[in-house]
């Protein structure tokens, strides 16, 4: 068992090797900010309490990830339209092998006029460029507004898009038949596609505009994708968890976070070796995420299944 155990350590660690010493790959940072315009005049009218769940996605490298115009919704989307809850989705998006970083952002204030959230620091690649982000629009029976992998490279896909602002609208998720804020609930059965919404109360009307600033631009070095190589081991764990890589004395911090969406562990790390032993005792069985934040104010994201 400690010889099989051995073998795939260092199989594991050959793997974070050639990784550390694969190909440079230009990236970019950017800023995003939603600002609602939500209205009475353009929109019918605002009900009371009006307000949106979190501004939740990810990037990642192929179009139409976690949702589609056309489709059905995933019970993450279903969930996060009908009731603000991103639990499901965010698994949905760190269980992919297309994702690159999980984004959330509370708004402040959060009402019609006056929402607004931001994401900053969104690092995009040549390979992860697209940007999905979503957010229920409330009350509502499943209305959401959505950014659908917007790409960021420009039309030659030879360089990174400059600073743009973008019109946001609102969709419904078929999953509920309501018709208007405050309908009672009313599952539709069988679900239908995602659809914008062009009736009352929205009239094909944006709700918003999305801008989208643009910070920097570089070729990547393995420096700067220090935490992309870092990686949780053994995954799935009974128990014993080491993160590993030849990078970790960059690390600084490591949160953990249930799945759905509540920090339980908040750990400073600073240490020279190229292991890090996670105490993950005081957990119960289940699927977390794992975010590694390193001293460049760069992070990375993983899901963590303890049996």
Same mark, same amino acid.
């Not at 979190?54 to 139409?64: C, D, I, M, P, S």
């Not at 994702?99 to 009402?111: G, H, I, M, R, V």
């Not at 607004?116 to 620091?121: D, G, H, L, V, Y």
């Given at each position: 068992?400690?010889?099989?155990?051995?073998?795939?350590?260092?199989?594991?660690?050959?793997?974070?090797?050639?990784?550390?010493?694969?190909?440079?790959?230009?990236?970019?940072?950017?800023?995003?900010?939603?600002?609602?315009?939500?209205?009475?005049?353009?929109?019918?009218?605002?009900?009371?309490?009006?307000?949106?769940?979190?501004?939740?996605?990810?990037?990642?490298?192929?179009?139409?990830?976690?949702?589609?115009?056309?489709?059905?919704?995933?019970?993450?989307?279903?969930?996060?339209?009908?009731?603000?809850?991103?639990?499901?989705?965010?698994?949905?998006?760190?269980?992919? %092998?297309?994702?690159?970083?999980?984004?959330? *952002? $509370?708004?402040? +204030?959060? =009402?019609?006029?006056?929402?607004?959230?931001? &994401? #900053?620091?969104?690092?995009?690649?040549?390979?992860?460029?697209?940007?999905?982000?979503?957010?229920?629009?409330?009350?509502?029976?499943?209305?959401?507004?959505?950014?659908?992998?917007?790409?960021?490279?420009?039309?030659?896909?030879?360089?990174?898009?400059?600073?743009?602002?973008?019109?946001?609208?609102?969709?419904?998720?078929? %999953?509920?038949?309501?018709?208007?804020?405050? *309908? $009672?609930?009313? +599952?539709? =059965?069988?679900?239908?596609?995602?659809?914008? &919404? #062009?009736?009352?109360?929205?009239?094909?009307?944006?709700?918003?505009?999305?801008?989208?600033?643009?910070?920097?631009?570089?070729?990547?070095?393995?420096?700067?994708?220090?935490?992309?190589?870092?990686?949780?081991?053994?995954?799935?764990?009974?128990?014993?968890?080491?993160?590993?890589?030849?990078?970790?004395?960059?690390?600084?911090?490591?949160?953990?976070?249930?799945?759905?969406?509540?920090?339980?562990?908040?750990?400073?790390?600073?240490?020279?070796?190229?292991?890090?032993?996670?105490?993950?005792?005081?957990?119960?069985?289940?699927?977390?995420?794992?975010?590694?934040?390193?001293?460049?104010?760069?992070?990375?994201?993983?899901?963590?299944?303890?049996?």
């Amino acid at each position: 068992m400690k010889k099989t155990t051995l073998l795939t350590y260092l199989a594991f660690s050959l793997v974070i090797l050639f990784s550390i010493n694969s190909h440079s790959q230009s990236s970019a940072i950017y800023d995003v900010t939603f600002n609602s315009t939500w209205n009475a005049s353009e929109h019918t009218s605002i009900p009371a309490n009006d307000h949106y769940s979190n501004l939740v996605g990810a990037t990642h490298k192929n179009e139409n990830e976690y949702l589609e115009l056309g489709q059905n919704a995933s019970t993450g989307i279903k969930n996060m339209a009908e009731l603000g809850n991103n639990g499901t989705f965010m698994n949905e998006v760190q269980s992919s %092998t297309n994702t690159k970083e999980w984004l959330d *952002s $509370a708004f402040s +204030p959060n =009402n019609a006029e006056n929402g607004s959230a931001t &994401i #900053t620091n969104i690092e995009v690649t040549e390979e992860h460029h697209l940007l999905t982000l979503v957010s229920m629009i409330a009350p509502s029976p499943d209305w959401f507004i959505a950014i659908n992998s917007l790409d960021l490279r420009n039309d030659l896909n030879t360089d990174w898009k400059p600073s743009f602002t973008l019109d946001v609208f609102v969709y419904d998720s078929g %999953t509920d038949s309501g018709s208007n804020y405050n *309908s $009672a609930n009313a +599952p539709t =059965n069988p679900a239908v596609a995602i659809s914008m &919404i #062009t009736a009352a109360p929205f009239n094909s009307n944006k709700v918003g505009e999305l801008v989208i600033t643009f910070k920097s631009s570089t070729l990547s070095t393995p420096e700067f994708e220090s935490v992309e190589k870092l990686k949780l081991f053994p995954n799935p764990s009974y128990g014993n968890v080491s993160i590993l890589g030849s990078s970790i004395a960059k690390l600084k911090s490591v949160e953990i976070y249930n799945i759905l969406g509540s920090k339980v562990k908040d750990i400073s790390i600073s240490t020279s070796n190229n292991r890090f032993e996670l105490n993950t005792s005081d957990l119960n069985k289940g699927v977390y995420l794992v975010k590694m934040n390193d001293n460049k104010g760069n992070s990375k994201t993983q899901k963590l299944v303890l049996q």
